[in-house]
């Protein structure tokens, strides 16, 4: 499909998703037996509207109303398709409601035959050819957020939503619960409602899961000229789009040193200030060596021990995902112990978890047996594999790379009520050598580690061949993904090799990657398929074999990675 066809579309679902979640609100508040309820109802229907139109301004036109087709159609194809398909998930969720909605003319029916030369640019006019009233009126409507004393105020037009503005026009048929056939009653039902909504606020959720990959497919995460034009200032009420944007701008070379010192202040603590918050309930303490020289017992200035440049670049990135809900834990604060050469990292548990201690994926593939509480099933197991590769497909696309990607980095906590495990909300930990993909690498030889080792790409064994890239984060997100389909430790499946090639006897230097990724993709090929289907075996292959390695310097390397691994561990692939 051409791009203005997928513009057009975009359009087109755009429209109908607006009048459709206004049909259903018009009805709902005519709905007796919810009427307690409609207005917490109605409420949350409103929120999902305005993240919907908040997303709307990275398609929107320059004056940040309406759609811009001009726009859009410079937009690489493979995003556009990203959009549009997401769109359909959308429609196909609110379809029955959409149905009911086109025979009281709140979706758009006769702009189906929207003419391109007609309408290159869409603004959100009255008077724009071949598009109904509420469409129109879907398209131009405003809707201000107040910021507040000194700040501005702004557009958010694509779906209509706001006060003070015409609202779409109805039909001239009352529109009521009443007025629809006794047929479709029970779409109003309270728990069909609810039930439709929970659909809608997660497809939302997915939506902003994919901003880091769209932002960078539009240009807009490297574009500041770019930001201003769609009203994407960091600073503003209800931004989702903040929070890439920060960590686009700090993966900037630039942006790294002039921002270091302001993180120092923040973050870095005296050891001794350290251990104290370490003695507190719900703290996350992270270790990590420092790869610096011996030091002596002289006192050595703070100043000088930033210098070791990794530890405020992860300060950096840790400080911003964590404040951005980026599946990333919030850093209190991060210290060095001078004497043993290594650093600690102290994250706040999430605010909605209890107080155990949190468990990796590895403990809970290590322990099948464990309390029922701790066990994943088919469905929780597909939705973390997707959760993780959008997460590091999202990180990857704001400019960073994780760099120890493996089952121990992925942290899940304890409901609130400690009645068991919250597998909704995997946290990405571990960040043990993170940094901008712009920056640099020390190739340093790695000890020979098993528990890592699984997890590094063969360029990276011993002493590293090549800096470290995407294309080795992604090797290990296939590892991972390799654990949870098939529920078996990455280790496990080495130490099945090493007994099988040599004879249980570990060699001294290690097993030669490439061998541990022989035997990776073999065990994807033949066990995989039946287990979480062929689409996951697809998606694991991709990310061992290195597929993706020619497409790495593509424009559309973010667009390749999610068609071709994070789309395809989605549990609707085994499905479909």
Request: aromatic share 8%; proline share 4%.
């Given at each position: 499909?051409?791009p ?5 579309a975009?359009?087109?679902?755009s429209?109908?998703?607006y ?17 307690s ?16 139109n908040?997303?709307?301004r ?5 004056n ?9 159609k ?6 556009l398709?990203?959009v ?10 609110l ?12 979706s758009?029916?006769?702009s189906q035959?929207?003419n391109?030369?007609?309408t ?18 879907a398209?131009?409507?405003?809707k ?20 003070g ?6 039909s ?13 009653h ?25 901003l ?14 770019l ?11 209800m931004?989702?789009?903040e929070g890439?944007i ?13 921002s ?14 350290a ?6 309930p719900r ?15 002289s006192?050595?200035s703070?100043t ?5 440049t990794y ?29 043993q050469e ?6 706040d ?19 099948p ?12 197991r ?7 590769a ?5 990180f ?14 992925i ?15 995997p946290?990405?930990t571990?960040?043990e050598?993170?940094?901008?993909v712009?920056?640099?690498?020390r ?14 790409h ?23 993904l ?5 529920w ?15 004879g ?36 694991v292959?991709?990310c061992l ?11 559309d ?13 989605d ?6």
């Amino acid at each position: 499909m051409e791009p203005i066809s997928l513009a057009i579309a975009i359009v087109t679902a755009s429209r109908d998703v607006y009048s459709t979640v206004k049909f259903i609100q018009k009805v709902t508040r005519s709905t007796k037996h919810i009427r307690s309820e409609q207005s917490d109802l109605s409420t949350q229907f409103d929120l999902q509207i305005l993240r919907l139109n908040e997303f709307s301004r990275i398609l929107g036109a320059e004056n940040g109303e309406g759609l811009d087709l001009n726009y859009l159609k410079s937009i690489p194809e493979p995003y556009l398709r990203i959009v549009q398909d997401h769109f359909a998930k959308l429609q196909k969720i609110l379809g029955e409601y959409t149905r009911e909605a086109t025979k009281f003319g709140q979706s758009r029916t006769q702009s189906q035959n929207l003419n391109t030369a007609e309408t290159e640019t869409l603004r959100g006019h009255a008077d724009a050819p071949n598009v109904n009233p509420s469409a129109n009126e879907a398209i131009a409507t405003e809707k201000r957020v107040n910021q507040g004393p000194g700040h501005k105020r702004w557009s958010l037009s694509l779906f209509g939503f706001g006060s003070g503005n015409p609202k779409p026009k109805t039909s001239s048929t009352s529109l009521s619960l009443k007025s629809l056939p006794e047929g479709v009653h029970w779409m109003f039902l309270k728990d069909n409602l609810e039930g439709t909504l929970a659909e809608f606020t997660k497809w939302n959720d997915n939506l902003e899961d994919m901003l880091g990959i769209l932002l960078r497919g539009f240009g807009i995460t490297e574009d500041k000229a770019l930001q201003d034009r769609l009203r994407l200032q960091l600073g503003q009420s209800m931004n989702i789009f903040e929070g890439h944007i920060a960590l686009a701008n700090l993966s900037l070379p630039s942006k790294c040193s002039s921002s270091m010192a302001q993180v120092v202040d923040e973050s870095l603590l005296s050891w001794q200030e350290a251990e104290a918050i370490m003695e507190r309930p719900r703290i996350l303490i992270e270790y990590k060596k420092s790869g610096a020289a011996s030091i002596d017992d002289s006192e050595v200035s703070k100043t000088s021990i930033t210098r070791e440049t990794y530890a405020p670049q992860l300060a950096q990135l840790l400080r911003a995902a964590g404040s951005h809900g980026f599946r990333t834990l919030r850093l209190n604060a991060y210290a060095w112990n001078l004497h043993q050469e290594k650093c600690a990292f102290l994250f706040d548990y999430p605010e909605n978890a209890g107080s155990k201690q949190p468990q990796s994926l590895h403990d809970l593939i290590m322990n099948p047996e464990r309390e029922p509480s701790f066990k994943l099933d088919l469905k929780q197991r597909f939705y973390v594999a997707h959760t993780i590769a959008q997460s590091i497909g999202s990180f990857h696309s704001d400019g960073w790379l994780h760099k120890s990607i493996r089952a121990h980095a992925i942290k899940f906590f304890s409901n609130r009520d400690e009645d068991g495990m919250d597998f909704t909300r995997p946290y990405l930990t571990d960040f043990e050598m993170s940094r901008p993909v712009t920056a640099t690498t020390r190739l340093l030889p790695h000890a020979v580690d098993v528990e890592h080792d699984v997890y590094r790409h063969p360029q990276r064994y011993g002493l590293p061949r090549l800096s470290f890239s995407k294309i080795h984060d992604i090797y290990s997100l296939g590892v991972v993904l390799l654990e949870i389909g098939l529920w078996q430790t990455a280790r496990e499946m080495h130490d099945d090799l090493v007994e099988g090639y040599y004879g249980g006897v570990q060699p001294t230097e290690g097993v030669p990657g490439n061998l541990i990724r022989e035997a990776f993709l073999r065990e994807a090929k033949t066990r995989l398929a039946h287990r979480m289907g062929a689409s996951y075996e697809e998606a694991v292959v991709t990310c061992l074999s290195g597929d993706l390695g020619d497409r790495l310097l593509d424009a559309d390397f973010a667009g390749e990675f999610q068609r071709r691994v994070v789309e395809k561990v989605d549990i609707r692939r085994l499905a479909g």
